[in-house]
């Protein structure tokens, strides 16, 4: 415990006492002392010391750091009133705020202090500190009235007694009333009576006997000194008229009245009465009554019936501002004697405050993942009355994550007592509560609003597990395809959500070149046009991520069907289309209905009903001779061939899918209606620039040996020029990127033959995508079906028909079936 004194002068032995006996209280309280006090200080300064003067050390003196105070938020709490000290917390010193009064703060009460609390913050740390304001001589007495006339018989007797209205000074001690004087002295001396109290009762004692013929009015001074340095005092005139024969005073009945009275009464009340007997009859007995001494305060409060002596109320009582009142009351006789008696007023207390709240500390928002027991504000509840009255209870509203606990006198914190979440409950509404033990109770109430500060503790959630889509191939590249969308239970920038696209690779490709997200809307773009032949599905993940410190983010999958267009026309895989020979199917004329000329074979590249094919006969030489199936492509003769048909016969097919819009190819097919192989050739062949040969047989003769030799040498050319043909078929089959391996029905054939020329075939196909030779078979029942003719060698096969005519033992012609 630190005691710090400022003196501008010595103490007395009595104020020496006084100091030791409280330094003996006070250590006791450290050692024995109070839960809610951690450590008491006191100080002592002058009154109407300067603004800003050096009090004490406060830290130095309770031991305290400098950074401690001002870590705990450390303040100066007065209860009420003024705050004539304030903290320098960064000095830990007490400094004087405002200008303090003594008289003004304890009136004439000695010793004169005020007490105020030291309170710190986490913890919550409570010292309580006394300054002792000492006096000084700043006020000169001062009497209540400036004249006082007293009239005074002629025969009053020596030793006669005048009592006289003491001076006041509003300072103490030392300071105080010292002596008195009176001037001049021919006729009275002063004298002085110490009462057991301490008050001192001036009086005029007459030393000689007055004589009104001589002198019928004196005029004296009384001078009141106080003890101060430097002395300070005040007069007082006496004026003094002599009258005749009034030899006996009032006498008070009761020289001490005493009275309780509540606070609070209404003006006109009567408090008590002061009643005084005079011996004396007639005018000389008539007794008026008077305030001899009050103070300014009590004068403000009460009046007194000059005739009855009835004390009433001018005002109301306030127990709390005044707890007792003394009067002094002079019964005086028309003669000028005088007698006086002390009123003493107690105030009782009545429950006419209500509790009041103050927020000493107040975090308005607090975070949501604030650990239970964290400190949410400091309050302090007090109650101006006393006892019971003045006994508070404080509680908060139910319902609600918070309690109020009090482990200091008058001071109570809002704790938190459950975890709180702003995704539940954003903000509370705390009613504070507060009632005293009076009868009635009396009540106060104080609302405070919480608001839950945001945590980043709930990672974004996507509206949907999985996100699919359908997006139709050959797109416009920047199209929106879907937009994922998440949501996130915290607020402001913790709710704040941006998407992105993870990185992984899609059939070797990453699928930022395939699709793109925006971070804001979450909008999905196509990157490129999306081909259903190359990719059917793909998938990949965005993730949405808050803006919370750290972030917190979720991720979702998104699946893209590409659906089917028809943009892909049938593909002719047979007959094979060839720019400078001409290929023929042979029908004979012997074939039935029915007959099975040929087959069209297609593909179509893209799936589904944009790649179910229908034949359909578009152009015929002979329509009513062939039909084709609509499904199969198979071309089969309608009815039975006649000899009226002609040999050349040429059809066109369209092959057609079933897309909207159809896709359609078209293929061109030779037919030859023939029994003989020189009939085909007749009618496949020009004869424009044929020559008439002699019947010379020496002409046909050498004609036929040039005949047979060339056909020699163009047969050897033609097997050359078909071996090379076949291998660049192959090749053509091998550089093909269809995807699809053409399938062509194993082994039909059709087995009816008649006529010359053997029309029974079979063939099969076999070709792949992934090897490096296509094969194709065909196996003919007696002879070819189709007859292949190259426009170059057209007259020399001519020529070599008619030579053959000749030979019993001619040669088939070289039938290439493809």
């Given at each position: 415990m630190a005691f710090l004194y400022l003196h501008d002068r010595a103490f007395s032995r009595r104020q020496i006492l006084l100091e030791i006996k409280w330094l003996t209280v006070v250590i006791l309280l450290c050692v024995y002392g109070m839960d809610f006090v951690c450590c008491q200080a006191r100080y002592s300064i002058p009154e109407e010391t300067p603004e800003g003067s050096f009090v004490g050390s406060i830290a130095k003196d309770l031991g305290i750091e400098i950074s401690r105070?001002?870590?705990?938020?450390?303040?100066?709490?007065?209860?009420?009133?003024?705050?004539?000290?304030?903290?320098?917390?960064?000095?830990?010193?007490?400094v004087v705020k405002e200008r303090i009064d003594r008289e003004e703060l304890c009136k004439q009460t000695t010793p004169c202090s005020f007490t105020f609390d030291l309170i710190m913050e986490n913890p919550i740390e409570l010292h309580r500190v006394t300054v002792e304001v000492q006096d000084i001589n700043d006020n000169a007495p001062k009497f209540p009235k400036g004249t006082v006339n007293l009239q005074i018989s002629e025969n009053t007797e020596i030793e006669g007694r005048f009592p006289l209205d003491r001076a006041e000074d509003l300072d103490v001690e030392i300071n105080g009333i010292e002596s008195y004087s009176l001037t001049p002295t021919d006729h009275f001396k002063l004298k002085i009576n110490a009462q057991a109290d301490g008050d001192k009762h001036v009086e005029m004692v007459l030393q000689r006997e007055l004589d009104r013929e001589e002198r019928d009015e004196l005029k004296l001074v009384l001078t009141a000194y106080d003890g101060g340095s430097p002395r300070k005092s005040g007069t007082m005139q006496i004026h003094i008229s002599v009258l005749d024969v009034n030899d006996n005073k009032p006498a008070c009945k009761e020289s001490v009245y005493k009275a309780e009275v509540r606070e609070n009464l209404a003006?006109?009340?009567?408090?008590?009465?002061?009643?005084?007997?005079?011996?004396?009859?007639?005018?000389?007995?008539?007794?008026?009554?008077?305030?001899?001494?009050?103070?300014?305060?009590a004068r403000n409060v009460f009046k007194i019936n000059?005739?009855?002596?009835?004390?009433?109320?001018?005002?109301?009582?306030?127990?709390?501002?005044?707890?007792?009142?003394?009067?002094?009351?002079?019964?005086?006789?028309?003669?000028?004697?005088?007698?006086?008696?002390?009123?003493i007023v107690e105030v009782l207390d009545e429950n006419d405050n209500s509790p009041s709240i103050q927020l000493m500390s107040f975090s308005n928002f607090i975070?949501?993942?604030?650990?239970?027991?964290?400190?949410?504000?400091?309050?302090?509840?007090?109650?101006?009355?006393?006892?019971?009255?003045?006994?508070?209870?404080?509680?908060?509203?139910?319902?609600?994550?918070f309690k109020i606990e009090s482990s200091l006198s008058d001071y109570y914190a809002l704790i938190t007592d459950e975890t709180l979440d702003r995704e539940n409950i954003a903000e509370y509404n705390i009613t504070i509560v507060v009632s005293d033990q009076g009868s009635p109770a009396r009540h106060n109430n104080k609302t405070i609003n919480v608001k839950i500060s945001d945590v980043n503790d709930n990672p974004p959630v996507f509206s949907s597990d999985e996100y699919k889509t359908f997006v139709f191939e050959n797109n416009s590249p920047g199209v929106a395809v879907l937009t994922v969308k998440a949501s996130d239970a915290d607020w402001g920038p913790n709710a704040r959500?941006?998407?992105?696209?993870?990185?992984?690779?899609?059939?070797?490709n990453p699928v930022s070149s395939l699709v793109s997200v925006n971070s804001d809307s979450g909008v999905?773009?196509?990157?490129?046009?999306?081909?259903?032949?190359?990719?059917?599905?793909?998938?990949?993940?965005?993730?949405?991520?808050?803006?919370?410190?750290?972030?917190?983010?979720?991720?979702v999958t998104v699946k893209i069907i590409v659906q089917d267009q028809n943009d892909n026309a049938p593909q002719v895989l047979y007959p094979v289309q060839t720019g400078g020979s001409v290929v023929a199917e042979i029908v004979p004329r012997s074939a039935d209905v029915g007959y099975l000329v040929t087959k069209v074979v297609a593909v179509d590249v893209d799936s589904g009903q944009n790649a179910w094919l229908s034949y359909k006969l578009q152009k015929a030489t002979d329509r009513a001779l062939f039909e084709v199936g609509a499904q199969n492509g198979e071309i089969r003769t309608v009815r039975q061939v006649t000899d009226k048909d002609a040999v050349k016969q040429k059809l066109t097919v369209v092959v057609e899918d079933n897309g909207q819009p159809s896709r359609s190819a078209v293929v061109n097919i030779n037919v030859a209606v023939a029994d003989s192989f020189p009939e085909v050739l007749s009618e496949f062949t020009d004869f424009t620039h044929a020559k008439q040969y002699n019947d010379d047989l020496t002409f046909y003769l050498v004609l036929a040996l040039a005949a047979v030799s060339f056909l020699f040498i163009t047969t050897v050319v033609v097997i050359i020029s078909v071996k090379i043909y076949r291998w660049r078929q192959s090749r053509i089959f091998y550089q093909s990127n269809l995807p699809v391996i053409p399938y062509y029905p194993p082994g039909y054939a059709d087995t009816g033959v008649t006529g010359t020329l053997p029309h029974g075939y079979h063939y099969d196909a076999c070709m792949t995508t992934d090897s490096r030779k296509s094969d194709c078979k065909y196996s003919t029942l007696g002879g070819q079906s189709v007859l292949v003719m190259d426009p170059s060698f057209t007259e020399t096969m001519q020529r070599a028909m008619r030579e053959k005519e000749f030979q019993q033992d001619s040669e088939s012609p070289e039938v290439v079936r493809k």
């Open positions: 105070l001002i870590s705990g938020k450390a303040r100066v709490v007065t209860k009420g009133g003024r705050q004539y000290v304030e903290l320098s917390r960064d000095k830990g010193t007490l003006p006109g009340t009567v408090v008590t009465a002061v009643s005084a007997t005079d011996a004396d009859q007639g005018v000389n007995g008539q007794i008026t009554y008077s305030f001899a001494q009050a103070s300014k305060e000059t005739e009855t002596g009835a004390i009433t109320t001018l005002g109301t009582l306030d127990y709390e501002s005044d707890k007792s009142y003394q009067l002094n009351v002079k019964a005086m006789d028309k003669g000028g004697l005088a007698d006086t008696c002390k009123v975070a949501e993942n604030s650990p239970t027991g964290t400190t949410v504000a400091v309050i302090n509840v007090e109650d101006a009355d006393s006892g019971k009255n003045g006994l508070v209870q404080c509680k908060i509203n139910e319902n609600v994550p959500l941006s998407y992105f696209l993870e990185d992984n690779n899609i059939q070797g999905v773009h196509a990157i490129k046009a999306f081909d259903f032949e190359q990719m059917k599905t793909f998938s990949f993940n965005v993730t949405a991520r808050d803006g919370g410190s750290p972030p917190l983010s979720s991720e």
